[in-house]
Nanobody, 123 residues
Framework: QVQLVESGGGLVQAGGSLRLSCAAS????????MGWFRQAPGKERECVAR????????YYAESVKGRFTISRDNAKNTVYLQMNSLKPEDTAVYYC????????????????WGQGTQVTVSS
C-alpha cells in the first residue's frame, strides 16, 4: 500500500503561483497513475489533474487547463502540481491520490489518498 504526503500549500495572492508536491512511500510508485483533487468548503471533491504511470498521458479539468501542470519524477517517488495564474476560486484543500487503473476517471478508482494541503488565494 502506497502512502502519500502532500506539501507546498499556502496563502498566495491572485495571479501568483504555487507548486504542490506529493511524496509517496513504497517501491512501486511507478506502477500508479496519480491524481490531484481539490475540495472547497461546501463543494464536492473534484479531480483537477491526473497523470499516467509513465507521465506520457495527462488530464486537466477545464477550470485549470492552461494554468496547472501535473508532472512526476518516478526516481524521486514524487508527483507535482505547478499552479500558475491562481484565482480565488482555486482556494481549496488539495489532495493527491494513487490508482492502479491506467486511466482512472472516477474517485472510486483511487485507493490511496494523502492528508491534503490547504491552498488559499486572496483577491
Amino acid at each position: 500500500q502506497v502512502q502519500l504526503v502532500e506539501s507546498g500549500g499556502g496563502l498566495v495572492q491572485a495571479g501568483g503561483s504555487l507548486r504542490l508536491s506529493c511524496a509517496a512511500s513504497g517501491r512501486t510508485f511507478s506502477s500508479y497513475a496519480m491524481g490531484w483533487f481539490r475540495q472547497a468548503p461546501g463543494k464536492e471533491r473534484e479531480c483537477v489533474a491526473r497523470i499516467s504511470w509513465s507521465g506520457a498521458d495527462t488530464y486537466y479539468a477545464e477550470s485549470v487547463k492552461g494554468r496547472f501542470t501535473i508532472s512526476r519524477d518516478n526516481a524521486k517517488n514524487t508527483v507535482y502540481l505547478q499552479m500558475n495564474s491562481l484565482k480565488p476560486e482555486d482556494t481549496a484543500v488539495y489532495y493527491c491520490a494513487a490508482s492502479l487503473s491506467a486511466t482512472p476517471a472516477y474517485m472510486g478508482q483511487y485507493h490511496a489518498w494523502g492528508q491534503g494541503t490547504q491552498v488559499t488565494v486572496s483577491s
